[in-house]
């Protein structure tokens, strides 16, 4: 699958990135980042905002590299996720365990499931190595979406 | 245990020995040390050196001493190997595979047993698979380790992973998730009943 793919089965739509939104964006993900090593709130908030980053992250990535997932189709959690590998060429060990979050994520809103120490450890793992490898492929590869804008 | 889903191999070969023979067979890179293998298979120590002691006759395992201890690895030179290992892949059933899976990282975990509706022999053809591991093994080696066997059991595999003590604290502190996977039926991959009865039995501090 690549995004081209993606983009012809309407999981994806085309887009015209712009710094303030990719910086914005990125902001945001680390604030949530910031957020979810508060330890005084339950695991299952510190979870949801955790992964809530990686969720914005995979939107910088997907947007810088010209698209935004259709909303209005069911799965686009999954779409985002299945777009990292295709995005910031994240290995499929890496795809396996967010997608594994993903599913833990949605047990956790739908079902009442708790989260356990050992998933929310995992979590703010990811989001924080996915932080650091968006900013530098950004630096790499979209330079001109870090710069300021007046 | 109620509903355990019976499978082929375990029908034509008995439970510990396909227990055992998937467990070394399908891990054919991994020795597997004599007290592992009885707490992966749940078998009694008397029939599981019986079962070690044939099969290593019969060219099937290696017998390896290493130090003091011995262990038993899969014996990839004999004849029928491949044929073996074939059939097992094919007719394990769901435990076996899932098993199968988590052995590399058993010396880490103290308990693993699928809960919810496929345990319970209520599932629907498209309902995921639930597994509990309790232990001291993280929550991405457990993801790693099971998902190659989603292909195998066409369903989605939910890991979830704890420490045994965290898992008897939630239950205390009246945890609903956790005191619905006790009380609900087990389907158990490693460990049984009555270690989780013993760990039930030990108040946190």
Redesign the interface.
Known sequence: MTLQNLLKIGRLKPHAPTPQEIQRLLLVAERNLVDARIESISDETRFDVAYKAIMQLALVAMMASGYRPSTNEPGHHQTMIQSLPLTLGLPN?TW??LD?LR??RN?SDYQ???I????L??CLAQATALLTATRQWLEDRHPNLLRATP | MTTLPISLATHLLGSTRSAVLASVLLHPESALHVRELARITGASPGSLHRELRALTELGLLLREEIGRQVHYRANPACPIFEELAGLLRKTVGIADVLRAALTPLADQIAMAFVYGSVAAGREGPRSDMDVMVLGRVGFAPVVKALAPTQEALRREVNATVMKPGDFMRKRHAGDGFVASVIREPKLWLIGNEDDLAELAQDRPA
Request: hydrophobic share 40%; no cysteine.
């Open positions: 060990e396996v365990v594994a599913r833990k047990a009442g499931d708790s356990e120490f050992e998933a450890t995992e």
